[in-house]
């Protein structure tokens, strides 16, 4: 009987779980209710708060377990929807309170004008699990003791990503104070905070393991350091930290060395020196690698005269491309471009990493028009040309274009095409033109295609172009096709036989029409004499059942002028 009630038990569990998940509810603010408060009240475990574009002047208190606080942004993914979707505190206290028992997670929102003496823009006080905050500006918030933008406490798990802090003002910590449990910062930006009379302009960060990766930290002004950071794992990795001051020329990176600290693939110039300050505990090292550091070695001041590994360190300007106007992506010519740990994981564009926060993406295909549109008479050529530019800073690779025509004739593409065993290579700045032609030979209306183009840019590898064909009202009596052309066989590759189309013109009508087929060693394989034809469209089938498997050149000669195609037998 005890496997039955196991059973019997695992059912109830799973459809309890089942019913938990059916029953999590999506709260719109304001259709459903009025504020931003009324929803998270109304809220359950599970539930979404959604929150439509609007600026909302509110003191939020999430009090729910396990609930998601968000605008739209989580469906369209538009920076615009995060500006637009305002928390204004108006100076009363913070914009967003937590005190959970389990995970909350907030997206989507611009978050300002909070005051209080911990996180002007969000403190949490207690989250028995995660805190996720993401894609968040938080900007213009006071926080008189802790954390002027953010503060999170109570051995709290905090993760960000793409949060951005701007002109917020802290005792300690003026865009975020963390003193609770593990602590992970993702592509977040700190720029004109304040730490008024404390440390970490902006950030100060206590707690068992700190992870910052792609981080900025410009521009703000503190009474010591811009980051201050004191935990015994600090990991950190692709950060520019630059142009921080302090009264006391001490505008940098503190970092208290516990078990396991490094800092690689970062830049870390113009603040206020020292560039890096140490303390510690002599058992436990700190390695600084893979960095544009300020002095170079010089840079760093030792207080504990603890160990300090320091390998692959240039002390070169970065060239960022405006630092005046807050841009510090690389330039073409920075000396921090792959120069990054060869072993680290590779950049996005497929390179090896370079130094900061942002990396310089060194290829980028560009490919206008991506739709074509072909309106022509039956029988008649149009044609229209497609642009492929290098917009990146490195060579790109062209390896295959072709035409993916399901319905066979009209449309095919001159060279460039097929599969490049050599890939086609594109200097920067360089571009590229591909010519599509349309010539209806039947009343079939619309035609479509679709040409692919594949590259080596890691963003965008397969560009697909759509093609659409149409036949125009019936053309007059003494229309003919403008020029000589022999057309792609159709098919191609083909086993046995293919049709072999063709256009004259007036030009190269009246005249004797051949057709010679040669190999690949120029030997003459087969001829098709045709005698002298009209101008207009013309076909004919070329039986290939005696010739070896191979690729084959025909050549079409017409009133002294001469086209050529490849066509590829298979058995």
């Known amino acids: 009987m005890k496997p039955i009630f196991t059973s019997l038990a695992i059912l109830l569990i799973s459809i309890t779980i089942s019913i938990s998940i059916c029953d999590a509810r999506i709260l719109n603010v304001p259709e459903d209710y009025q504020t931003i408060q009324a929803g998270i009240d109304s809220s359950s475990d599970g539930d979404t708060v959604l929150v439509q574009p609007g600026e909302y002047q509110e003191n939020v208190f999430i009090r729910t377990s396990s609930i998601t606080l968000t605008s739209r942004f989580i469906f369209d993914s538009d920076q615009e929807t995060i500006d637009s979707t305002v928390i204004d505190g108006r100076q009363r206290e913070s914009v967003i309170r937590v005190d959970v028992n389990e995970a909350c997670t907030i997206r989507g929102f611009t978050i300002r004008n909070g005051q209080s003496h911990r996180g002007g823009g969000?403190?949490?006080?207690?989250?028995?699990?995660?805190?996720?905050?993401?894609?968040?500006?938080?900007?213009?918030?006071?926080?008189?003791?802790?954390?002027?933008?953010?503060?999170?406490?109570?051995?709290?798990?905090?993760?960000?990503?793409?949060?951005?802090?701007?002109?917020?003002?802290?005792?300690?910590?003026?865009?975020?104070?963390?003193?609770?449990?593990?602590?992970?910062?993702?592509?977040?930006?700190?720029?004109?905070?304040?730490?008024?009379?404390?440390?970490?302009?902006?950030m100060k960060l206590y707690g068992s393991s700190v992870s910052i990766n792609r981080c900025l930290v410009a521009r703000n002004q503190?009474?010591?350091?811009?980051?201050?950071?004191?935990c015994p794992i600090i990991r950190m990795d692709h950060l520019t930290i630059v142009g921080n001051t302090s009264p006391r020329d001490e505008g940098g990176l503190f970092c208290w060395s516990g078990q396991d600290n490094f800092i690689s693939n970062s830049v870390v110039r113009g603040n206020s020196e020292p560039q890096v300050y140490v303390v510690g505990l002599e058992n436990f090292?700190?390695?600084?690698?893979?960095?544009?550091?300020?002095?170079?070695?010089?840079?760093?001041?030792?207080?504990?005269?603890?160990?300090?590994?320091?390998?692959?360190?240039?002390?070169?300007?970065?060239l960022f491309l405006d630092p005046n106007n807050g841009d510090y992506r690389l330039s073409p010519n920075s000396p921090c471009i792959d120069a990054g740990d060869p072993e680290a994981p590779l950049d996005p564009d497929g390179t090896r990493a370079d130094m900061g926060a942002y990396y310089f993406h060194q290829r980028d295909i560009e490919v206008e028009p991506l739709a074509l549109t072909f309106r022509t008479y039956f029988g008649a050529l149009d044609s229209m040309n497609v642009v492929v530019r290098n917009e990146g800073g490195t060579p790109l690779h062209i390896g295959c274009i072709i035409l993916l025509n399901e319905m066979g004739f009209p449309f095919w593409h001159i060279e460039p095409q097929g599969y490049f065993d050599t890939p086609i290579e594109m200097n920067p700045d360089s571009s590229l033109n591909i010519c599509i032609y349309f010539r209806p030979f039947d009343q079939s209306d619309p035609w479509l295609a679709r040409v692919l183009i594949q590259s080596d840019d890691p963003d965008e590898s397969e560009i697909t172009?759509?093609?659409?064909?149409?036949?125009?009202?019936?053309?007059?009596?003494?229309?003919?096709?403008?020029?000589?052309?022999?057309?792609?066989?159709?098919?191609?590759?083909?086993?046995?036989?293919?049709?072999?189309?063709?256009?004259?013109?007036?030009?190269?009508?009246?005249?004797?029409?051949n057709l010679r087929v040669y190999g690949l060693d120029g030997r003459l394989m087969d001829e098709m004499d045709m005698g002298n034809l009209e101008a207009g469209e013309h076909s004919v089938v070329w039986n290939a059942e005696s010739l070896p498997a191979g690729v084959y050149v025909v050549r079409l000669e017409a009133g002294g002028d001469s086209r050529m195609i490849k066509l590829v037998l298979v058995r």
């Open 465 to 513: 172009i759509e093609a659409t064909g149409e036949i125009l009202a019936a053309p007059p009596d003494n229309f003919h096709p403008s020029l000589f052309t022999l057309h792609s066989a159709f098919p191609n590759p083909f086993n046995s036989s293919t049709t072999i189309r063709f256009s004259l013109s007036a030009q190269s009508a009246s005249s004797a029409v």
């Open 122 to 202: 969000i403190s949490v006080s207690r989250a028995g699990d995660l805190v996720l905050l993401e894609d968040l500006r938080v900007n213009d918030n006071v926080g008189t003791v802790f954390g002027g933008g953010v503060y999170t406490g109570d051995r709290v798990n905090v993760e960000l990503n793409r949060v951005s802090f701007f002109r917020n003002r802290g005792g300690s910590g003026g865009g975020i104070f963390h003193i609770g449990a593990s602590i992970a910062m993702n592509d977040c930006q700190m720029t004109e905070n304040t730490g008024n009379g404390g440390e970490g302009a902006g």
């Open 222 to 230: 503190c009474y010591r350091f811009s980051v201050w950071i004191g």
């Open 285 to 318: 090292p700190f390695t600084i690698k893979y960095c544009d550091l300020e002095n170079g070695p010089e840079g760093v001041e030792n207080h504990d005269n603890i160990a300090i590994f320091t390998s692959e360190i240039i002390d070169s300007d970065p």
